[in-house]
């Protein structure tokens, strides 16, 4: 073998053995960053996950936090599961000394968990509150059903008869051991704090108790589709209710059944319940669902007019009439 040959030879054995030892190196590195180093978290440490988080903020913020030591050797672990899509949001508790492997494991798994996110849109009954809980494993649906139909608060002066409409609709980070009655507390309290703050002298001077408003804003939650039109709609309740008319609500009918009918039938009408709004003047027993904050402004603040009827005109706002003319108009122009 020439000179040259053997020189060759001998550079890519060289190149073969620096290769080799970079990556046994870097193996090495991973190893001991994702398993054996646990020099971090240095002590007990709690991280809020915010949903919709992407993997990459996540590290970031287990490395702010002090969880992990080294984020490089933690995203390519989780590339290399390809788990880096399996992050739970929600709230986690990391003991002292965790490897970077145990924290991916809690984090992609859920079971380091304290609190997980839950949301309740507007206008969902005390019932769908109650089973969207149950579907985040927080209970059984019929503890927490039982809980928001026994319990009752006092709002300027007067006690309500359960918890439907007094349940906020939001983003809550729930923790994972709550009881029915800790749940209602939360969603209560939050109530309590999206109410207006002159919430009683409002009502007074609509001639209503607060849960009597609160009523008013559950129907325009389910009835109303546009949020300027919520104050108008609300108007609409208080001038039936002034001149002694029934308000004539579909989503009354609609509360008294178990399950979701898409549409009220001329029997449906007919039933004989306290919530049939077409039968029996004045309000419903209690409110139908726990309205949002756009319904309970309005129906703390309705605006004033002369109407008396609406109709949904199909395309995310309704038609309002003053006259019983007026509304069958817009009833064959906009129900064909």
Known sequence: MSRLARSLVNAVIA?????????????????????????????????????????????????????????????????????????????????????????????????????????????????????SLAEHNFGSQASFERAFSGESIELDGSRTHGLEGFLFPSTYLMPVDVTPAGAAKILVDQFRKELPSDAAARARKLGMSVPQVVTIASLVEREAKADDERPLMAGVYYNRIRRGMPLEVDATIEYIFATHHDVITRKDLQIDSPYNTYRYAGLPPTPIANPGKASLDAAFSPRESDYLYYVYKGDGHSAFARTLQEHNANVSRYLK
């Open 15 to 131: 190149i073969i053995v620096s290769v080799g030892v970079i990556v046994t190196a870097a193996g090495l590195w991973f190893q001991n960053s994702v398993y054996r180093d646990r020099a971090f978290p240095a002590q007990r440490t709690s991280v809020v996950i915010a949903r919709g988080s992407s993997f990459g903020e996540v590290t970031r913020q287990l490395d702010a936090s002090g969880i992990i030591a080294h984020p490089i050797a933690f995203r390519i672990l989780a590339r290399l599961r390809g788990e880096e899509a399996d992050v739970k949001a929600g709230e986690y508790t990391f003991a002292a000394h965790e490897s970077s492997d145990d924290v991916l494991k809690k984090i992609t798994a859920g079971t380091g968990q304290v609190a997980r996110w839950v949301t309740f849109p507007e206008g969902f009954t005390a019932r769908e509150i109650a089973a």
